[in-house]
């Protein structure tokens, strides 16, 4: 157990549907980063925050967002969905804000099906 | 887009034997680390090795770091049934920020 949480563990919804996939970080980790892991792109970086802010950006669609609350619990908002963006999403925490020396901790995932 | 590559994309062996995985980079990094998934579940993280370090082991595993090929290997010793998973490399640099960029994978086979 990492010790980063998510939920839900499985998503199924309809094409231009909006969801919205929840991680708590490690106790004392202060950076969050998100990631999505489907069979033709891999595991893809979307974004990162660090204690609320955006701190950089990846892959990441016009149609998602992301946000960090001030209990550092992260959001991520997928919206106008499309049977492409079925994947896996995970949320990895790290204790300090570059994460470069440091280990991201992952999360057990939420697996998005998109019908 | 992938940093890196590794090789081989699957293997398959005996409980027992070693395994050995390659891993390549395109990029100056900061760190590489490893990463275990079984079946489509969570990321495990196996170990970090430094730009700085050449070799590092934990347990049964052992990390190399070749930086001036860009290249790293993960040896696991002794393999278990239990070993069977996919076996990712990640590498972070300084003009990457936080993030950690992922190659493809190496699926792992150990029967017993």
């Known amino acids: 157990d990492s010790g980063v949480t998510q939920t839900p563990k499985h998503l199924i919804t309809a094409t231009g549907q909006r969801v919205t996939l929840r991680c708590s970080p490690r106790s004392g980790d202060l950076s969050v980063y998100w990631y999505q892991q489907s069979l033709d792109q891999g595991l893809q970086f979307l974004i990162q925050y660090y204690n609320g802010e955006e701190r950089a950006k990846g892959n990441i669609l016009e149609r998602f967002s992301a946000q960090q609350f001030p209990d550092l619990h992260s959001e991520l908002n997928l919206s106008s969905l499309e049977l492409g963006d079925s994947a896996l999403y995970f949320c990895?925490?790290?204790?300090?804000?570059?994460?470069?020396?440091?280990?991201?901790?992952f999360g057990p995932g939420t697996r998005l099906l998109v019908l | 887009s992938q940093q890196g590559e590794e090789d081989p994309q699957a293997l398959s062996i005996q409980e027992g034997e070693n395994a050995t995985m390659n891993c390549s980079y395109k990029t100056s990094i900061n760190n590489l680390q490893w990463y275990r998934q079984n079946s489509g579940r969570g990321l495990v993280h196996l170990i970090l090795i430094r730009s700085n370090e050449r070799e590092k082991h934990s347990g049964r595993l052992r990390v190399t770091l070749d930086t001036s090929k860009k290249s790293s290997s993960l040896l696991i010793t002794a393999s278990r049934a239990a070993d069977t998973a996919s076996y990712f490399c990640?590498?972070?640099?300084?003009?990457?920020?936080?993030?950690?960029?992922f190659g493809q994978g190496t699926e792992l086979s150990v029967k017993p």
């Open positions: 990640a590498t972070a640099s300084y003009n990457q920020g936080g993030k950690l960029i």
């Open positions: 990895a925490s790290s204790s300090g804000l570059a994460g470069l020396q440091e280990t991201q901790y």
